[in-house]
C-alpha cells in the first residue's frame, strides 16, 4: 500500500514563505509525475503545479513566479516552495503522485496525500 506522506503547512503572514513536502512510502516500480493540488472552502480542487519525473516543472497561472516545485527521487518526495504568499492561497493543499505499478504494459495508480492547510493571514 502506497501513502504519501504531507508536511510543512500552518499559518503565514501575506508576502511570507513556506515550504511543503510530500514523500511516497514506497515507488514500487517508480513515481512519474508528482504534484501538488490546493481546495479552498467552497471551491473545486485544483492544480497547483506539477513535476514530471525528468524534473520538468508545469504551473498554474496564479503561482508563477511565486512558487516553486522539485523533487528528489531518491528520496521519493516532492517539494513546494511558496514565496510572496497571498491570503487567496490560503486552501488545503493536497500531493498526487502517479506511483508506476507495470511497465510492460505501462499502468499507472494515482495517490492522493492527506491535505495539509496553508492559511495565509495577518
Known amino acids: 500500500q502506497v501513502q504519501l506522506v504531507e508536511s510543512g503547512g500552518g499559518l503565514v503572514q501575506p508576502g511570507g514563505s513556506l515550504r511543503l513536502s510530500c514523500s511516497a512510502s514506497?515507488?514500487?516500480?517508480?513515481?512519474?509525475?508528482m504534484g501538488w493540488y490546493r481546495q479552498a472552502p467552497g471551491k473545486q480542487r485544483e492544480l497547483v503545479a506539477t513535476?514530471?519525473?525528468?524534473?520538468?516543472?508545469y504551473y498554474e497561472d496564479s503561482v508563477k513566479d511565486r512558487f516553486t516545485i522539485s523533487r528528489d527521487n531518491a528520496k521519493n518526495t516532492v517539494y513546494l516552495q511558496m514565496n510572496s504568499l497571498k491570503p487567496e492561497d490560503t486552501a488545503v493543499y493536497y500531493c498526487?503522485?502517479?506511483?508506476?505499478?507495470?511497465?510492460?504494459?505501462?499502468?499507472?495508480?494515482?495517490?492522493w496525500g492527506q491535505g495539509t492547510q496553508v492559511t495565509v493571514s495577518s
Open positions: 513535476v514530471t519525473s525528468g524534473g520538468s516543472p
Open positions: 514506497t515507488s514500487i516500480l517508480g513515481i512519474n509525475t
Open positions: 498526487n503522485a502517479a506511483i508506476i505499478v507495470t511497465r510492460i504494459p505501462y499502468d499507472a495508480r494515482y495517490y
